[in-house]
């Protein structure tokens, strides 16, 4: 069975930093599925925050709001994805979810839940003065 455990979350300051991994269980390749991470607030609707493809290219895709903060990167050695979070705001506050995409070796990857099939239970950032 195929499992996503995140961690890394916890509670800074604004301007702060923190980086989140998202383990992925043996016995899947890692590098062939896109891998997203998603973040909900309190109150709010998920949203996707960014992901990285599952093609040798690795391209990767970043909401607005993160751009130039956060940045994805994958260790296929570790089978996890990593997304760093610097100049953390209070808006950046929620559970943050990584998930597999459905379809393997897409040359991109966008925020569409449906298609993604494997999620993880979610860590928590809170960023509070």
């Known amino acids: 069975q195929l499992q996503l455990v995140e961690s890394g979350g916890d509670t800074v300051q604004p301007g702060g930093s923190l980086r989140l991994s998202c383990t992925v269980s043996?016995?899947?390749?890692?590098?062939?599925?896109?891998i997203g991470w998603f973040r909900q607030a309190p109150g709010k609707e998920r949203e996707g925050v960014s992901c990285?493809?599952?093609?040798?290219?690795?391209?990767?895709n970043y909401a607005d709001s993160v751009k130039g903060r956060f940045t994805i990167s994958r260790d296929n050695a570790k089978n996890t994805v990593y997304l760093q979070m610097n100049s953390l705001k209070p808006e950046d506050t929620g559970v943050y979810y990584c998930?597999?995409?459905?379809?393997?070796?897409?040359?991109?990857?966008?925020?569409?839940?449906?298609?993604?099939?494997?999620w993880g239970q979610g860590t928590q950032v809170t960023v509070s003065s």
């Open positions: 043996s016995g899947f390749t890692l590098n062939t599925y896109a």
């Open positions: 998930a597999r995409h459905r379809s393997p070796s897409l040359a991109s990857c966008t925020f569409t839940e449906g298609q993604y099939n494997f």
């Open positions: 990285i493809s599952g093609s040798g290219l690795s391209m990767t």
